[in-house]
């Protein structure tokens, strides 16, 4: 399910002697998913199982316009819409001149935000057909420049045009991340310059969608067709979680030349830090809306997917603490490591803390919370939560596989067989993450941002050690008192596993 531009260049003038656009068979799947997924509530043509032609067709005019640009020279731009206030892409006027982002080289599928009666009152579904990012890339790199006679002639007009634009966020270019994921303004498959109000705009959509999925669907005798689309939907919902965590301990980096207006690096606001983490702690214990049971009984046995994406999003928390270490160290006015722990501290044992009773998503915070100070203190490099977070390479932004599946950050020829035969092969996640991103070289042969190793300054075991003193106060005190005996119990294996731990450390 997928389409590509590739292009061949002539190594001595970087002229362009041919290029193609491949379109795989199953593109049709995909762009019926996005549609539906994103845009169903609010238009009704789409809640069906055959999409019409024409809808169908415009779905794929965008693909292939994607692919033309690349074909072109023009890599992705993942800033295209992070510049545009969300509250635009409910705006009938703007939608209609700017669709959901600049630039179409960005992964800004469809509407997402767009709420029920959005369509009637004009708002567009869709990407545009060309951004204003587009035309001015594209004018950039081949418009004539008849007064200059010589290729070094023409470079300070073209450095003009640059300066022209400097500061104007419709021309804001933002780099695919691979190997390193530090600006949440440059993600895939984002809409608006504020991730948590989109989010919440998207996930009052998905809810609107489950809730119809059965009435709207009904040429489906097996189930398969909807239960592909669930799939899916979660996927967007972990996605929604995902691009708010990116703001805790995110920074933001453009390239910005010497004299023109733009910082190179800028740490995201530490209160807009602090309130992603608590939305997202808020989310975990507030998904049960997926585990809805008219639309997932046609499936067969399964794991209720809430506590997946409950795993998948505590887990990025935890992760998000190494970028927390670099984005305070070069702040100003930074969301500091031992605020952040704090913060987690307070979410992760709230059940406790408030004296009430623990649900499916404290059990799966606690337990993992525990199981992530253990890698702390006793890192292995055979366990991938020691890998990722008992400080074996302390080198910060280096992306989950829950990441590379959510955001396809797969090289265009790397097929699903191939991810399963790494398995096979009993490699670990770190190792088909790397497998799969070196793939990439160092984002499509341009440099993106090297590796940087946070150790030297690193205090995450001290202020987790810190924690785990006020935890086994906190537990020993709800291990006897619980007020009803799920929760007593919990609690007293969360301190059989604490003291466990902490008997076991050799100072």
């Not at 996005?34 to 069906?48: E, G, H, I, Y």
């Not at 007064?147 to 270019?173: F, H």
């Not at 097929?415 to 799969?436: F, H």
Request: hydrophobic share 35%; with cysteine.
């Amino acid at each position: 399910a997928n389409a590509m531009g590739p292009s061949w260049i002539d190594p001595r003038s970087g002229e362009i002697i041919n290029a193609s656009v491949t379109v795989y068979h199953n593109i049709v799947q995909l762009v019926q998913y996005w549609r539906f997924l994103q845009t169903a509530p609010a238009d009704k043509d789409v809640r069906d199982v055959v999409l019409r032609e024409d809808l169908l067709g415009d779905c794929i005019a965008y693909v292939l316009s994607h692919e033309v640009g690349h074909t072109l020279s023009l890599m992705h731009n993942m800033a295209g819409s992070s510049s545009i206030p969300v509250e635009s892409l409910r705006d009938p006027k703007f939608t209609q001149e700017y669709g959901t982002t600049y630039s179409i080289m960005d992964y800004a599928r469809n509407n997402y935000i767009a709420q029920p009666g959005d369509k009637e009152k004009g708002v567009r579904m869709t990407p545009p057909e060309l951004g204003a990012y587009d035309y001015y890339a594209i004018s950039w790199l081949y418009k004539p420049i008849f007064e200059a006679k010589t290729p070094e002639e023409e470079i300070p007009i073209l450095d003009k045009w640059i300066s022209e634009k400097s500061g104007d966020p419709k021309y804001r270019y933002g780099k695919q991340q691979f190997k390193r994921r530090f600006d949440p303004s440059s993600v895939e498959e984002d809409l608006g310059d504020d991730p948590v109000k989109a989010a919440d705009y998207g996930i009052k959509n998905l809810k609107y969608i489950l809730k119809n999925m059965n009435n709207w669907i009904t040429d489906d005798p097996d189930g398969s067709y909807r239960k592909s689309l669930y799939n899916t939907l979660v996927s967007q919902y972990a996605r929604y979680l995902q691009n708010v965590i990116y703001n805790v301990g995110g920074i933001y980096l453009t390239d910005v030349k010497d004299g023109t207006p733009g910082e190179r690096v800028q740490p995201v606001d530490r209160e807009v830090q602090r309130a992603s983490l608590k939305w997202v702690l808020k989310q975990i214990n507030d998904c049960d809306w997926l585990n809805n049971k008219e639309v997932t009984k046609h499936f067969g046995p399964d794991m209720a997917m809430s506590a997946r994406v409950q795993n998948m999003a505590i887990m990025a928390l935890f992760k998000a603490g190494q970028n927390v270490v670099l984005a305070s160290h070069i702040s100003n006015n930074s969301y500091s490591l031992e605020e952040y722990c704090n913060d987690l501290y307070d979410g992760v044992w709230e059940s406790a803390i408030a004296n009430r009773k623990v649900t499916q998503g404290d059990k799966i915070m606690q337990k993992n919370m525990l199981a992530m100070m253990k890698s702390l203190i006793k890192p292995s490099s055979n366990n991938l939560l020691g890998s990722l977070l008992g400080g074996i390479s302390n080198e910060v932004g280096s992306p989950s596989w829950d990441e590379v599946e959510l955001y396809g950050l797969y090289d265009a020829v790397t097929e699903k067989e191939s991810i399963e035969e790494m398995s096979s092969l009993g490699m670990t996640e770190q190792e088909k993450i790397n497998e799969v991103l070196n793939s990439f070289g160092f984002g499509y042969g341009y440099g993106w941002q090297r590796p940087v190793k946070t150790d030297i300054i690193d205090e995450t075991l001290t202020n987790y050690c810190a924690i785990g003193v006020k935890l086994r106060t906190l537990l020993m005190g709800k291990a006897m008192n619980a007020t009803d005996q799920s929760s007593k119990q919990h609690y007293q294996a969360m301190l059989f596993m604490l003291m466990q731990m902490m008997d076991g450390i050799k100072l």
